[in-house]
């Protein structure tokens, strides 16, 4: 088990020559680039971006939802939220942590680099799931080669620091839109909250994980704005969402973003933190259907393997077989130990809560 005391936060390596971040003045003008040639421009130039700087790896994460529903923050895209009971999202208690670890295992073989323990509700404080937690932890890093990550709310730097020594690699938080349109999306805690719990991570020395949600009914700028705050938190790892509206939640009708504005806002998230590993996690199928393979050409070097916290994902074959498709391979976790074989393995009791079946695409495809 590796004691971990608090070390500097990861420095990214020096990006290859020739490669810069664009202004955001430049990433609000390419923003609006969501169609025809300009799009395919501007892939282009994410797509080279990636390859220069992360080579031809793709990493892919998996997810438990080890506590939901009965939150008491109001997340207008959020099923486990209680101010929308309508929503039905599965309510449970903390998982045990020989659970959790039997699911980061299934991930492991499944092809996930890293795996995440996400719970519900405004943060972890309690003693008996703290307990809970670092002990899943320690199997994971004893039993398995996938990197530990945990999104367990809005920690503070001794629960964070616990964890830490306990060996948990990532912690995931999401600012989940722009400061100036998270009013519309939450009015239970604030965006100041969120960057210190962030902040607080990275100072503990772990590889943070932050990104958001695309489509809520923000603009493109607001979009820029959003990797703006990311890039000057240099985080290690921006998961990009693109809403999939839940039935019962507030944005249940909200209008679907299009494929191409998908593509295009990954593209100059791209440009813009060239160094960063971008993740394309919940939405992907919803949103993009058949191109969700365009991902990688938008410059993502990184995707979701296995269910979502409420719904259900492509299958594990499905996702090995899309980034290979597209010549690409695995990223192995830096742990030295990994029992993914370079198969998939059928996904059986993995995130098994997420009951819903795969919903059809929406509104596809008009790229091109
Ligand atoms: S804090 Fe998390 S679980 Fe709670 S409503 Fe917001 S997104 Fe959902």
Same mark, same amino acid.
């Given at each position: 088990?590796?004691?971990?005391?608090a070390?500097?936060?990861?420095?990214?390596?020096?990006?290859?020559?020739?490669?810069?971040?664009?202004?955001?003045?430049?990433?609000?003008?390419?923003?609006?680039?969501?169609?025809g040639?300009?799009?395919e421009?501007?892939?282009?130039?994410?797509?080279a971006?990636?390859e220069?700087?992360?080579?031809?790896?793709?990493?892919?994460?998996?997810?438990?939802?080890?506590?939901?529903g009965?939150? #008491?923050?109001?997340?207008?895209?959020?099923?486990?939220?209680?101010?929308? #009971?309508?929503?039905?999202?599965?309510?449970?208690?903390?998982?045990s942590?020989?659970?959790?670890?039997?699911?980061?295992r299934?991930?492991?073989?499944?092809?996930a680099r890293?795996? %995440?323990i996400?719970t519900s509700?405004?943060r972890?404080?309690r003693?008996?799931?703290l307990?809970?937690?670092?002990?899943?932890?320690?199997?994971?890093r004893?039993?398995?080669?996938v990197e530990p990550?945990? %999104?367990?709310?809005?920690?503070?730097?001794?629960?964070?620091?616990?964890l830490?020594?306990?060996?948990?690699?990532?912690?995931?938080h999401?600012?989940?839109t722009a400061?100036?349109?998270?009013?519309?999306?939450?009015?239970?805690?604030?965006?100041?909250?969120?960057?210190?719990?962030i902040?607080?991570?990275?100072?503990?020395?772990?590889?943070?994980?932050?990104?958001?949600?695309?489509?809520?009914?923000?603009?493109?700028?607001?979009?820029?704005?959003?990797?703006?705050?990311i890039?000057?938190?240099?985080?290690?790892?921006?998961?990009?969402?693109?809403?999939?509206?839940?039935?019962?939640?507030p944005?249940?009708?909200?209008?679907?973003?299009?494929?191409g504005?998908?593509?295009?806002?990954?593209?100059v998230?791209?440009?813009?933190?060239?160094?960063?590993?971008?993740?394309?996690?919940?939405?992907?199928?919803?949103?993009l259907?058949?191109?969700?393979?365009?991902?990688?050409?938008?410059?993502?070097d990184?995707t979701?393997?296995?269910?979502?916290?409420?719904s259900a994902g492509?299958?594990?074959?499905?996702?090995?077989?899309m980034?290979?498709?597209?010549?690409?391979?695995l990223?192995?976790?830096?742990?030295?130990?990994w %029992?993914?074989?370079?198969?998939?393995?059928?996904?059986t009791?993995?995130?098994?809560?997420?009951?819903?079946?795969?919903? #059809?695409?929406?509104?596809?495809?008009?790229?091109?």
């Open positions: 088990m590796p004691a971990t005391t070390v500097p936060p990861p420095t990214a390596a020096p990006l290859p020559a020739g490669i810069a971040p664009i202004t955001g003045e430049e990433a609000r003008r390419l923003i609006h680039h969501a169609a040639a300009e799009l421009a501007l892939l282009a130039r994410a797509r971006v990636r220069a700087v992360h080579g031809r790896e793709v990493a892919l994460c998996g997810i438990v939802n080890a506590k939901s009965h939150c #008491p923050e109001d997340c207008g895209f959020c099923s486990q939220s209680a101010h929308f #009971p309508e929503a039905g999202a599965p309510a449970f208690p903390l998982l942590a020989r659970a959790i670890a039997d699911q980061a299934t991930a492991e073989r499944a092809g890293e795996f %995440s996400v509700g405004t972890v404080s003693e008996e799931e307990a809970t937690l670092e002990e899943a932890v320690g199997l994971i004893a039993e398995t080669g990550c945990a %999104s367990l709310g809005l920690l503070r730097p001794p629960e964070l620091a616990r830490r020594r306990a060996g948990l690699m990532h912690y995931h999401n600012l989940e400061r100036s349109f998270f009013p519309k999306v939450c009015s239970t805690h604030g965006y100041d909250e969120q960057l210190e719990t902040r607080a991570a990275r100072d503990l020395g772990y590889q943070v994980c932050s990104g958001g949600i695309l489509g809520m009914g923000e603009t493109p700028e607001q979009r820029v704005e959003l990797a703006e705050t890039r000057e938190l240099g985080v290690h790892c921006v998961p990009v969402n693109f809403l999939n509206p839940r039935p019962g939640t944005m249940a009708g909200v209008k679907a973003i299009t494929p504005e998908c593509l295009a806002a990954l593209a998230f791209r440009l813009m933190m060239p160094a960063a590993h971008i993740f394309v996690m919940g939405g992907r199928e919803v949103n259907g058949e191109l969700q393979h365009r991902i990688f050409d938008a410059g993502a990184g979701m393997v296995g269910n979502y916290l409420t492509g299958t594990p074959e499905q996702v090995v077989g980034v290979r498709g597209q010549g690409l391979e990223r192995p976790p830096s742990t030295g130990r %029992s993914f074989t370079g198969a998939a393995a059928p996904e009791g993995w995130n098994e809560r997420a009951v819903e079946a795969p919903r #059809p695409a929406r509104g596809l495809p008009v790229v091109g």
